[in-house]
């Protein structure tokens, strides 16, 4: 069964560097989309972006996969795979108060009319930014 | 980029009644359209996609309709474990955005 485990500073200093990991077990990130989404306390979730990555180089358009990120965010959003580790990072530079939130990661597995839903989460991990 | 209504914020329901949310697209969003279920302390869970495709592991007490601008989440008899709060999703267009939710709670 797939498990997914967000880990990370639960404090981050305003315009600093907010890093988490993902870590999968259960089975291999390699050929899934995998995304992060965060929901600021009292706000709705948001999405953050998600990245595709394969063993099979031949369907990563890049070397570091296929990433795709919120406009809002993208000038900030860094999200990329370890495959040794089969761990999914998220780093988010700059932070302010605004970007203080439950951070979740997920698998897009389900698939719907060309396009890949969040079928497994993890739990979701707290992010504070202050000083 | 779309937004998306849900009402009522919170609905009460007695159990073995039924629980009927409501979800507005701000444009159309043909059927791309999700539900999840989340519960405190608990990972978010996919609960209808396609508007009407329940997933793996829901009963069918739950089902979904609607297609466009409008969509509804009907439970049909209330159980214990359904009371949670349910999101709205649409994946039409970039970047999904979700609705604020509605609370299911014991009235």
New interface residues.
Partial sequence: QLQLQESGPGLVKPSETLSLTCIVSGGSISGYYWSWIRQPPGKRLEWVGYIYYSRNTDYNPSPSGSTNYNPSLESRVTISVDMSKNQVSLKVRFVTAADTAVYYCAKLGTKHSANYLADDWGQGTLVTVSS | EIVMTQSPATLSVSPGERATLSCRASQSV???L?W?QHKP??????LI??AS?R??GFPARFSGSGSGTEFTLTISSLQSEDFAIY?C?Q?DN????????TKVEIK
């Fill in positions: 043909s059927s791309n999700a999840y302390g608990q990972a978010p869970r996919l996609y396609g495709t997933a793996t999101y999703q994946y970039w970047p999904r955005t979700f609705g604020q939710g």
